[in-house]
């Protein structure tokens, strides 16, 4: 059974830093797809970013490129998302998410079987 556990989520003042986990259980195969999604009120689901835990490779999405960094440990199952320079319009609901497959181009929510319960992140102006 796999599951996802966020911590990490916060209130910020714009320009602040916040650092998500994931920490992942379950996941049987060696090289999966790791991702961050996020859902603001009213709005749809965005794909902020995803890794590849077999090659590292990742890929942003734009409003956070050059902002926030996507890693993992592999030794504790463990992706982070490392936030810098937080605008309001960064605040939402964050989500993780896991894939069995590797990541394909494209940060695609159904591509992701696999869901975390969110943490809340609320950056003020």
């Known amino acids: 059974q796999v599951q996802l556990v966020e911590s990490g989520g916060g209130s910020v003042q714009a320009g602040g830093s916040l650092r998500l986990s994931c920490a992942a259980s379950g996941l049987s195969y060696s090289r999966n797809c790791m991702g961050w999604f996020r859902q603001a009120p009213g709005k749809g689901r965005e794909g902020v970013a995803i890794?590849?835990?077999?090659?590292?490779?990742?890929e942003y999405g734009a409003s956070v490129k050059g902002r926030f960094t996507i890693a993992q440990d592999g030794a504790k199952n463990t992706v982070y998302l490392q936030m810098n320079s937080l605008k309001p319009e960064d605040t939402a609901m964050y989500y993780c998410?896991?894939?069995?497959?590797?990541?394909?181009?494209?940060?695609?929510?159904?591509?992701?079987?696999?869901w975390g319960q969110g943490t809340q992140v609320t950056v003020s102006s």
């Open positions: 998410a896991a894939s069995m497959a590797r990541c394909y181009p494209g940060i695609i929510g159904s591509d992701f079987g696999y």
């Open positions: 890794i590849d835990t077999g090659v590292g490779s990742t």
